[in-house]
């Protein structure tokens, strides 16, 4: 049984740039949820997807952008982007139609440059 | 304001010596307190879910508990593979759709 799958794995962009991270749920799983992670600190929650909309969104500039397929597969999308964007970003998916037990992924680390 | 505060930030313990990591929360109403695993530069790994007060779970040499206001992490007799951030979350009945995690407990256990 699959887990939670993220890609790319590390990314390197330059200030201003934008960049797309990629997320597939575990099997079975049709809500998907974003967190950003930075250094020493714990994941903080970016939005949830489910049924192909964004159910729930933190405290996040409209920079941060989402998206979610008929396969549940969603995507994270970040525009112009700071130096303070470096972070770890994990996807968590979960049961239909609840959020109580969420299931990482491995992340994907974001440097900023 | 949902908050969750984790204690000690960083606990060193030798092989064997048992010890708790403590998880302090503050929500409106608690739908449920999670606690994860995370090893460097990974993703959370589920350990528990734990309900209402009173409620425990075990597993292998973890055991997690709740009361109103806090939850407890006992590690029994841990070996250096435990070695790892503990995270705590909430899951707030009035603010469903999402985790709030504390910072952190990271755990080292020397052999």
């Known amino acids: 049984d699959a887990g939670v799958t993220q890609s790319p794995t590390h990314l390197i962009k330059t200030r201003g740039q934008q960049v797309t991270l990629r997320c597939s749920p575990k099997?079975?799983?049709?809500?998907v949820s974003w967190y950003q992670q930075a250094l020493g600190q714990g994941p903080q929650f970016i939005f949830q997807y489910y049924e192909e909309e964004e159910r729930q969104r933190g405290n996040f500039p409209d920079r941060f952008s989402g998206h979610q397929f008929p396969n549940y597969s969603s995507e994270l999308n970040v525009n112009a982007l700071l130096l303070g964007d470096s972070a770890l970003y994990l996807c968590a998916s979960s049961l239909p139609g609840t959020t109580y037990e969420q299931y990482f992924g491995p992340g994907t680390r974001l440097t900023v440059t | 304001e949902d908050q969750v505060t984790q204690s000690p930030e960083a606990l060193r313990l030798q092989e064997g010596e048992s010890s708790s990591l403590n998880c302090s929360y503050t929500?409106?109403?608690?739908?449920?307190l999670f606690w994860y695993r995370q090893d460097p530069g990974k993703g959370p790994e589920f350990l528990f879910t734990?309900?209402?007060a009173g409620e425990e779970k075990e597993k292998e040499r973890l055991k997690a508990t709740l009361t109103k206001k806090e939850s407890f992490l006992h590690i029994t007799a841990p070996k250096p593979e435990d070695s790892a951030t503990y995270l705590c979350a909430v899951h707030d009945v009035y603010n469903t759709d999402k985790l709030i995690f504390g910072t952190g407990t990271r755990l080292q256990v020397f052999p």
């Open positions: 929500v409106s109403g608690l739908r449920g």
């Open positions: 099997s079975g799983h049709d809500t």
């Open positions: 734990l309900y209402s």
